[in-house]
Every structure is written in C-alpha cells, then in structure tokens.
Nanobody, 125 residues
Framework: QVHLAESGGGSVQPGGSLRLSCEVS????????LGWFRQAPGKDREFVGISSRPGANTYYAESVKGRFTVSRVNAKKMVYLQMNNLKPEDTAVYYC??????????????????WGQGTQVTVSS
C-alpha cells in the first residue's frame, strides 16, 4: 500500500534552516507530482511547493519563494524540502503530498492523492 513518511521537523530560531525529507513507497513516483503543503492551527491546509511529474519543474507559494527549495530523487523514492531564512509565520505542520492533478491544479490541496502524516516545524525566538 502507499505510504509517505516525513521526517526532519523541529524547532528553530528565525533565520534558521531545516531540511524535511519524505520517503515514498507503494507507487511509481515518476507518475506523480511530489511536494509539500502546510497547515497552521485554525487555518486551511495551504500549498508550499511541488515538483511536477513531467520534467520535475518546481512551483512555489509566493510566501516561500526564494527561501524554500523542493527536490526529488526518484531512484531513491525521496522528496525533500530545504527551508532557509525561516520566519515565525512558517510555523505549521508540514505534509508531504503526491498528486496526479493536471498542471493547472498542481497547487490544489483537494487534488492531492496521497498524504504523509505530517511533521511539526516551529519557528520562534
């Protein structure tokens, strides 16, 4: 069965960095967009960044562009999120996601096929 397992979350100071990892099992990763969403308490789950199925192009939310980087290694069935210059507003549970949506819907949480269990990221002084 399909399983997405995130790791690497934790607590950091503003301006710090974290690298999240996601191991994907049970599906052909080359057929899916792979990336990350996040959810803060009391808020909807929001798009962070994703690597598309064709050509592994990357797409980012405006709030993280220039600070976060999504990468994938299909041979290892791994997806990563490098987060630099973290801000308090980045505090959330981060979810690994696999989507088979059309490219125009790649940022939509409701089009995600499979979710990881989530990992907490806390940014505070």
């Amino acid at each position: 069965q399909v399983h997405l397992a995130e790791s690497g979350g934790g607590s950091v100071q503003p301006g710090g960095s974290l690298r999240l990892s996601c191991e994907v099992s049970g599906l052909p990763v080359g057929n899916y967009h792979l990336g990350w969403f996040r959810q803060a308490p009391g808020k909807d789950r929001e798009f962070v960044g994703i690597s598309s199925r064709p050509g592994a192009n990357t797409y980012y939310a405006e709030s993280v562009k220039g600070r976060f980087t999504v990468s994938r290694v299909n041979a290892k069935k791994m997806v990563y999120l490098q987060m630099n210059n973290l801000k308090p507003e980045d505090t959330a549970v981060y979810y690994c996601a696999a989507s088979a949506a059309a490219l125009s819907a790649i940022r939509r949480a409701d089009m995600v096929r499979y979710w990881g269990q989530g990992t907490q990221v806390t940014v505070s002084s």
